[in-house]
């Protein structure tokens, strides 16, 4: 049974910093791409980012390029996200999701999911 775990989420005030860790088990954890997403309340879960099985490659969404950061650690089967310089529109559910491909921004690709941690941003 695949799960998907993450944490490290909370409250933090504007302009703070977060990291969000995603502990994988129940699939060989380094062949698959791991994004992130997440949900606001009112709105559809949107891409975050994405990197790739060895953490070669990562893409970013343009709403957090240069202030989030995705890295993995394939020994631990866990994947992260640091953030960065963090606004109030960065409010939402995380979620971490895997994938058996290349990479993608849409979550139909994606195969696997967690329940998602919540980050609060205050203004």
């Known amino acids: 049974q695949v799960q998907l775990v993450e944490s490290g989420g909370g409250l933090v005030q504007a302009g703070g910093s977060l990291r969000l860790s995603c502990a994988a088990s129940?699939?060989?954890?380094?062949?698959?791409?791991m994004g992130w997403f997440r949900q606001a309340p009112g709105k559809e879960r949107e891409f975050v980012g994405y990197i790739s099985w060895s953490g070669g490659m990562t893409y970013y969404a343009d709403s957090v390029k240069g202030r989030f950061t995705i890295s993995r650690d394939n020994a631990k089967n866990t994947v992260y996200l640091q953030m960065n310089s963090l606004k109030p529109e960065d409010t939402a559910v995380y979620y971490c999701?895997?994938?058996?491909?290349?990479?993608?921004?849409?979550?139909?690709?994606?195969?696997?999911w967690g329940q998602g941690t919540q980050v609060t941003v205050s203004s």
């Open positions: 129940g699939l060989t954890f380094s062949i698959y791409t």
């Open positions: 999701a895997a994938a058996r491909n290349y990479g993608s921004t849409l979550r139909a690709e994606y195969n696997y």
